[in-house]
């Protein structure tokens, strides 16, 4: 489905469908666990799946920087950072707040050798998107926008794709899922979870948990 789709490869696929064994005998179901914590790049998790479609897209229109906002800890603006070192490009992250202590994820950014610009809120952050990439273009460069978290259509495929992998893994199994639970914040995941399930024919109900309590924006 996806080979003419710009994509840039950054881990091995499929990723492992775990059976939860104590959980599933407790809970009288049986609970799988899909491990994309387990991804091997940049310390996994499911901003690497939504990267491979953007930066893929990044690079079939020649550009030659990624620009995008995050919590002073954001895994999205670590695996950004990470996936533009890869891939031969700049990344600058514009990130909150300003007081800051260099370790975790703010650290392997800068080890990355990500641009950074802090602010002191979110909201601050997503004003200052636009004008960090107009300067950029100013100076000559190029550069793809990514919204918080890389919620965008070429982002989520990373887990369109992921909902047939999980339908291929769980069909070896003989097993149909009935529901998929994970945690949603920007939505991507979940938008991309229900489009695979829908494309790949299986009726489950995705379950997405809140991680924001900000349950209007998911639904809106
Ligand atoms: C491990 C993990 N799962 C899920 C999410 C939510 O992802 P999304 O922003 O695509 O809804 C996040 C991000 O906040 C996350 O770090």
Known sequence: ????VPKLSLFHKPTLLEKLEKLSE???VEVYVKRDDAIE???GGNKVRKLEFIVGEALAMGCDTLVTVGAIHSNHARTTAAAAKKAGLNAHLILWPRNYEVKGNLLLDMLYDAEITFVESREEALEKL???AKELRRKGAKPY???LDGAIPTGILGYVEAAFEIVRQL???NIKPKYVVHASGS????AGLVLGLKLAGVNAKV???DIMGKLNYLKK
């Open 207 to 209: 379950i997405g948990i």
């Open 130 to 132: 636009n004008a960090v």
């Open 171 to 173: 069909g070896e199994l």
């Open 187 to 190: 939505g991507g995941t979940q």
């Open 1 to 4: 489905m996806f080979k003419d």
């Open 26 to 28: 407790e809970l009288g």
């Open 41 to 43: 790049f940049a310390m």
């Open 145 to 147: 926008v990514i919204p």
